[in-house]
């Protein structure tokens, strides 16, 4: 089976998230970057995919030089080669137009990706692809197996879950269940080693499609003080919460 | 344990200095301490066992050999790799690091550099694996700064060498499977002999009630007319330099080593500092405890510089012995001093388990033993710059 998986190069979960004077792009001052988390389960599991099949996992990132350090990664933990098409990934449409040309060309038989990236939480891009691609789509995907070329899928909806028949090729969006969280695999010294001699292309975007474009960054506003009413002076409640909260 | 919270320092930027390639090694290192070290360690420390089951992550890590050759199942990596590796795992315990630089730099590298290749290709591998552990015979009951008077020897029986003789406080030695140990031969020359379990003769009783690297076993080879086969003596180097050459490795490592138990003691002290309230205000805020912070941040740079320095020296093979020591005796000792203050912070919470503080400082006072005591470094460097011996 030959495996794509969409790696996107966000920041770590611990980060403090600050923005430019101007308010329009992340400030990356001193920000760690991590693999997407649930991109990791994505490539967890295609590794799964290609140690009992057999195959390939290529993983795949959309960005500038920048993000060359969060492919390693991913060549390190196990994938075969990495490809970066370069391009700045503005928005979820700009990311899908770069990869549906690569995904089409190259013909995988099965593109995983996380269900949504942590740093802009667009929940677009896998669907968008699947769209243009014109290509079966299961999101949220908690669990899969493919025998024959059709995949099973589980997927989690509310109050519970569903599972779904579709032939490959097709587009996973996966979170966790696709794997656990213990199944993720921390790269060795050995695999850091190898990644060093793993393909890694570049390919130049194809796509200058933007949709939409941030205008502003803002954080959320900071906690109010906390206001103390005597328990037996409802009044004063009653009034703080008319006049002030403008909640009755 | 509560969970592991740590956030690396890192005022200068040194992250700028290293290749993507270090700070891949670097945190992954970090990602698997996180994992499998910091929720387990205060326990073992506390049981005074080791914690036998990290052998086998260590191994997959890649932290036994990071800079032997792939094709005798080390990483091939750089010192630098090296240093970051042994600073990460000591961070999580010094114990877990003392047992992953004897197994390195004590065992496999002494097999490496002055063995033949028939010893290699039998021992480096299952090293690498952790199928194998390590242990490094050197020190005597009666000979541990002045290594070179040292009574154990062995005699040349024609098929075979009888060895005699007894090494005290050796990482590793109650469940070693192989020991590089250091004996006279009858012209009085120093030499590595490869001594194995199960050779008749060769016992390693363990040493008691230690109150520092309590997370790691230290013990005792002793030799009682032991038959070692000739093939097992490492040919291509002898004298005092081989098993020094040996202990610049580890004290390299060490070096780094002492800047994450530092750097895991102020990020702790720095997070209390914050959250700690006291006279209505978080203690952070008054000015002795922010003397504290600020000098052990300063003293945790300049070691992460110096290191760092030391560390490109070592990748073009240029560090000395008197420049390892020096970096050996600064980095432990500061990190000693930051592991005092940084208790003193935490008040009566330093003391208890809760935190790694009290662990930290307890397994520092050995590392500003072993490995040459920091007065003796002082005197390394004493005699570099001067050209005179102060030893003797």
Known sequence: MKILVCISHVPDTTSKIQFTSDGKSLDTTGIQFVINPYDEFALTRALWFKEKEGGSVTVVNVGKANTEPTLRKALAIGADDAIRIDAEPTDGFAVASELISLIATEKYDLVIMGRESIDYNGTQVPGMVAALLDWPFVNACVGMEVEGGVATCIREIDGGKETVKASLPMIVAGQKGLVEEKDLRIPNMRGIMTARTKPLKVIPSISNEVATEAIKFERPAGKQACKMVSSDDVKALVDLLHNEAKAI | ?392
């Open chain 2, 1 to 392: 344990m509560a969970t592991d919270q740590f956030q690396s320092p890192d005022y200068y930027l040194m992250d700028e200095l290293l290749s993507e390639e270090h700070k891949l090694v670097r945190d992954t290192t970090r990602n698997w301490v996180k994992k499998e070290v910091s929720p387990i360690i205060e326990d073992y420390a506390q049981k005074a066992e080791f914690p036998k089951q990290l052998v086998k992550g260590l191994a997959e890590v890649g932290a036994f050999g990071p800079y032997i050759p792939t094709e005798y199942g080390g990483a091939g990596l750089d010192q630098i790799s090296y240093g970051l590796m042994m600073q990460e795992i000591e961070r999580g315990d010094s114990g877990v690091r003392s047992t992953c630089s004897v197994q390195s730099s004590l065992v496999m590298y002494p097999i490496y550099a002055y063995g033949n290749e028939e010893q290699r290709m039998r021992f480096l591998p299952k090293l690498a694996s952790g199928e194998f552990l390590g242990s490094f015979g050197l020190t005597e009951p009666n000979f541990g700064s002045n290594p070179g008077g040292m009574i154990t020897h062995f005699k040349d029986m024609g098929d075979h060498y009888l060895l005699n003789g007894a090494k005290m406080w050796i990482s590793n030695a109650p469940f070693c499977d192989v020991a590089v140990v250091w004996a006279k031969s009858e012209e009085g020359r120093i030499h590595g002999l490869i001594v194995e379990r199960g050779m008749e003769g060769f016992t390693t009783p363990e040493t008691h009630n230690k109150w520092s690297l309590r997370a790691s076993a230290t013990g005792e080879l002793v030799f009682d007319n032991v038959k070692v086969p000739k093939e097992n003596l490492l040919p291509n180097k002898s004298g005092l330099g081989a098993p020094l050459g040996c202990l610049d490795s580890a004290r390299y490592g060490i070096a780094w080593g002492a800047i994450g138990a530092a750097m895991d003691c102020y990020d702790t002290a720095l997070r209390y500092s914050k959250e700690r309230i006291q006279f209505d205000r978080p203690i952070g805020g008054f000015q002795l405890q922010q003397k504290k912070l600020a000098e052990m941040i300063t003293e945790i740079t300049k070691a992460q510089l110096l290191t760092f320095r030391l560390g490109q020296l070592k990748n073009e093979g240029r560090a000395s012995t008197a420049q390892i020591s020096m970096a050996k005796r600064n980095n432990v000792d500061m990190a000693l001093t930051i592991c005092r203050d940084a208790r003193q912070m935490l008040g009566g919470m330093g003391i208890t388990g809760e935190y790694p503080i009290m662990r930290h400082m307890m397994n520092l006072e050995s590392v500003v033993t072993y490995e040459g005591t920091h007065d003796i470094h002082l005197l390394i460097t004493g005699m570099d710059v001067t050209g005179l011996n102060a030893f003797k």
